[in-house]
């Protein structure tokens, strides 16, 4: 069975990266499973040639990753802070007020669309994982648990219902169906409304070596050109795009209705487009090159932690995210190499990763084992984490991160 791009249909013939076989990143395992069977599936991105979009093959049903997910929003501090802002600039950007209405697509518990809240200005929560919906609720932001598409906007707007802001971060790679996604927005979106939308950028992902953030959960991987094309096909017009520090570098761009002409085409956005094209973001031989890159940077890590052992330090993890666990079932790094990790997060503490096994405990647990070096998972809140356990270098400890390449941190 040949499998075609989730855009444009064309059939996918070129691998962008094959990261082997991998279980879901967020199954995290408890004693009780550890003896029994644990599904892998191939991790195994192509590249569309006519498109460019990047994206996974889909394996997994979205209603069985997505119905009882494990990431809270809230447990990153940075992350919180950063949407807080977010929320104050677009308010004053679009002058919201109590006659408005804020949706937000994947509003996991609440983080972002509590700040609107506060400000009054009237939301709707749209997220499918009843576990973490029920948090959001609970703290009085009204939320839909479902997932979100042209089936339910329709719903909303025969309950007369139009977004003057839908926005949504994260959630644009963890969708199966674009099409059926972005013609949802262009439909729940008021005339002079405005969509935004964050994802990771594809462009950094590739220079940056950021191979671990790919994972069943995401099915696809964005340029800005790519995006372009997608929402301009559903009449969407990008208008603007902001750069953002946040997952390693991501993009947060602006649509509006192709009709909409009170919001001309930013200088940023001819730019970054033009950007992408220097680089090569339209040309296939780009794509084909990152295969190699990955494959060093696995040779790196295991490079570090075979001399490391040999020289009888100990070695323990930082953190319990997603991209940590591509990384060390791609490298193949198990407690053979890092005794355990540890994460805020009392949801995944006495838990276990998929696949490797590595057990999950919490922080404390490296004030007391006292590790030569800590490798940091969330590569992308190293300065915080780092900050937050400044006590490992007490006993002389050292931080290591493993993306972009392997290296220990002064
Ligand atoms: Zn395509």
Avoid at 163 to 181: E, K, R
Avoid at 244 to 272: F, Q
Avoid at 298 to 318: E, P
């Amino acid at each position: 069975m040949t499998t075609t791009c989730l855009f444009c249909r064309t059939p996918l013939r070129h691998t962008f990266v094959d990261l082997g076989m991998s279980p879901l990143c967020e199954s995290y395992v408890s004693a009780e499973q550890l003896n029994s069977m644990e599904p892998f599936y191939p991790l195994h991105v192509y590249v569309c040639e006519s498109c460019f979009l990047v994206q996974l093959e889909e394996f997994v049903s979205p209603s069985d990753i997505f119905t009882e997910y494990a990431y809270f929003s809230s447990y990153a501090e940075s992350w919180v802070e950063h949407m807080r802002r977010y929320a104050e600039a677009i308010t004053q950007r679009l002058q919201l007020g109590d006659k408005s209405l804020v949706v937000e697509v994947a509003s996991n518990d609440g983080y972002l669309l509590q700040h609107f809240v506060r400000m009054n200005i009237p939301v709707l929560g749209i997220e499918p994982a009843a576990n973490v919906a029920k948090v959001a609720t609970g703290k009085g932001i009204p939320t839909l648990v479902r997932f979100f598409g042209e089936a339910l906007a329709h719903e909303l707007t025969r309950d007369g219902k139009k977004a003057d802001l839908i926005c949504g971060a994260n959630v644009l790679a963890q969708v199966p169906d674009v099409n059926d996604f972005v013609r949802g927005l262009r439909i729940l979106l008021a005339p002079d409304g405005v969509v935004t939308i964050e994802f990771p950028h594809l462009m950094r992902l590739m220079a940056e070596n950021q191979f671990d953030t790919i994972y069943h959960e995401h099915f696809s991987y964005f340029s800005f050109v790519a995006a372009e094309r997608i929402f301009a096909a559903h009449e969407l017009v990008l208008f603007d795009v902001e750069e953002l520090p946040t997952h390693g570098g991501s993009l947060r761009v602006y649509a509006r209705h192709a009709a909409d002409e009170s919001k001309p085409v930013s200088s940023r956005a001819r730019e970054l487009r033009q950007r992408e094209i220097d680089a090569g973001m339209l040309r296939l031989e780009t794509y084909q090159h990152f295969g190699e890159q990955v494959k060093e940077t696995k040779r790196k890590l295991l490079d570090f932690l075979i001399s490391a052992r040999r020289a009888g330090k100990k070695v323990v993890g930082y953190g319990a995210p997603g991209k940590g666990n591509t990384l060390l079932n791609y490298c193949g790094v198990r407690t053979d190499f890092v005794d355990f990790t540890v994460d805020r997060s009392t949801y995944k503490q006495g838990k276990f990763l998929p696949g490797t096994h590595i057990p999950i405990l919490p922080p404390e647990a490296i004030r007391e084992a006292k590790p030569d070096y800590v490798l940091i998972l969330p590569w992308n809140f190293k300065d915080e984490i780092m900050s937050q356990m400044a006590y490992v270098r007490e006993w002389g400890g050292r931080f290591v991160v493993p993306i972009p390449e392997t290296r220990v941190l002064e």
